[in-house]
């Protein structure tokens, strides 16, 4: 059954600073791979979405990296500011029949000025 | 924008009441889901249907039971509320697996039974 662990679960860094989270799944059989924030007491909103034949995807200053083949998914954020801080979720789909996603349980970053 | 609108943002009801939680979608989406957060548990799946009156058991359906009649539209009924399924509670849809499509959620409801 696929797992998703994300480590780690906070982080607090300055502002200005470029940071990785990182993601890790077990059932490499995956189609794809999405990031996720939340703000507190908020829905989810959606990041980025990397197809299995992607090795990166990019938006503005965020890129999300997939490693298939070791379990792997990393977050950069480059030049990190306060309104950054909130938790970032990663979620790999149950198998690769079925569409339900499972999601880690997130890192929260928090990002001071 | 793709939305996904949840018909409450905070509901409190009475532990024994049947509650219904409503989710709609906009985008001809035909997967649908229904999760619940908790901290130190993360989203954990309920329920979701992947086409008009059919409908798949999640991880954690105990207590739970959903209702799909139109495309657009999943609802989410608590039978019998009980104090244990206090959460928030997210709604999200996707096009259907081959599209490889992401999920789009809703802004969530938070239940409080007491």
């Known amino acids: 059954k696929q797992e998703v662990t994300q480590i780690p679960a906070a982080l607090s860094v300055p502002e200005g600073e470029n940071l990785v989270l990182n993601c890790s799944f077990t059932?490499?059989?995956?189609?794809?791979l999405q990031w996720f924030r939340q703000d507190p007491g908020k829905g989810l909103t959606s990041l980025l979405l990397i197809q299995s034949s992607q090795r990166e995807q990019t938006s503005g200053r965020l890129n999300a990296s997939l490693d298939k083949s070791s379990g792997r998914s990393t977050l950069y954020i480059a030049a990190s500011q306060p309104g950054d801080s909130a938790t970032y979720l990663c979620a790999a789909p149950a198998n690769q029949a079925g569409t339900a996603l499972i999601f880690g349980k997130g890192t929260t970053l928090s990002v001071s000025s | 924008d793709v939305k996904v609108t949840q018909s409450s943002r905070y509901l409190v009801k009475r532990t024994g009441e049947k509650v219904f939680l409503e989710c709609v979608q906009d985008?001809?989406?035909?997967?649908m889901f229904w999760y619940r957060q908790d901290p130190g548990l993360g989203l954990r799946l309920i329920y979701f249907s992947y086409d008009v009156k059919m409908k798949e058991k999640g991880d954690i359906p105990e207590g739970y039971s959903v209702s799909r009649e139109k495309k657009e539209r999943f609802s989410l009924i608590l039978e019998s509320a009980s104090t244990n399924q206090t959460s928030m509670y997210l709604c999200a849809s996707t096009k259907p697996f081959r599209a490889n499509y992401g999920y789009t959620f809703g802004s969530g409801t938070r239940l409080t039974v007491v």
């Open positions: 985008m001809d989406h035909e997967n």
């Open positions: 059932d490499s059989a995956i189609y794809n």
